[in-house]
């Protein structure tokens, strides 16, 4: 473990692995785990490589009863929720918010100023960009065959572009794009590409109108 140390708080507890990397002005709450090595199932596709160390970098909070897996990378100023889970290899940019009991699934990149809320699910191989809100509850998913693949299958989750807006409760199918500063209804299900600045809605998931100027970001 290395510990640059100013003005970091380590609260109880805690369990931190050696291959960790902690910035300045870090805060890390009761019951984290930090560097979990990830283990697989003896039917998983996933590689068995060596991960690289956890670099939580300078101003990150990290609440209580949370899990983050050696090789992802944590950018400043990041806000982690309690009981989060962050598998192995992820990309988490600076000054975004992960709520509470969100689920971040290996290989995915979260981009800078992202807010996504609570209990929110974000499989393996999701990219984020910047700015993007996602709603509590959101489901994304990157399995078109429901497990039925071989090893040569590639997963592929949703591409959320800058400053897109998930609804509570929606659902992404796998292999899809929302467009830039586009709008996800709450409850809908989008079972294709959504083009840049549209608002959709339903089960599937349909163009409702355009989303004006006057909201997207500056």
Not at 59 to 65: A, C, E, F, L, R
Not at 125 to 131: F, M
Not at 141 to 148: A, C, I, K, V, W
Request: charged content about 25%; proline content about 4%; hydrophobic content about 40%.
């Amino acid at each position: 473990m290395k510990i640059k140390g100013r003005n970091t708080k380590i609260r109880y507890n805690k369990i931190i692995y050696p291959n960790v990397e902690i910035g300045d002005n870090i805060v890390i709450g009761d019951y984290v785990v930090l560097g979990k090595v990830p283990q697989r199932a003896k039917t998983s596709t996933l590689s068995k490589k060596k991960f690289s160390p956890l670099i939580i970098r300078d101003g990150v909070t990290i609440s209580s009863g949370s899990i983050i897996c050696a090789g992802t990378i944590i950018d400043k100023n990041t806000f982690i929720g309690d009981k989060t889970f962050i598998r192995e290899n992820c990309l988490i940019g600076r000054n975004s918010l992960i709520g509470s009991g969100v689920t971040v699934e290996n290989d995915t990149k979260i981009g800078s100023f992202v807010k996504i809320q609570a209990h929110a699910y974000i499989t393996a191989y999701v990219i984020i960009e910047d700015y993007v809100f996602i709603a509590p509850g959101v489901l994304t998913t990157n399995d078109n065959t429901m497990g039925r693949h071989d090893k040569n299958y590639k997963l592929k989750g949703a591409i959320i572009k800058k400053g897109a807006r998930i609804g509570a409760g929606a659902v992404l199918l796998p292999n899809i794009t929302i467009g830039e500063e586009s709008i996800v209804g709450a409850g809908s299900i989008v079972t294709k590409d959504v083009p840049d600045y549209k608002l959709v809605m339903g089960s599937p998931a349909r163009i409702i109108r355009n989303v004006p100027k006057g909201e997207w970001i500056k």
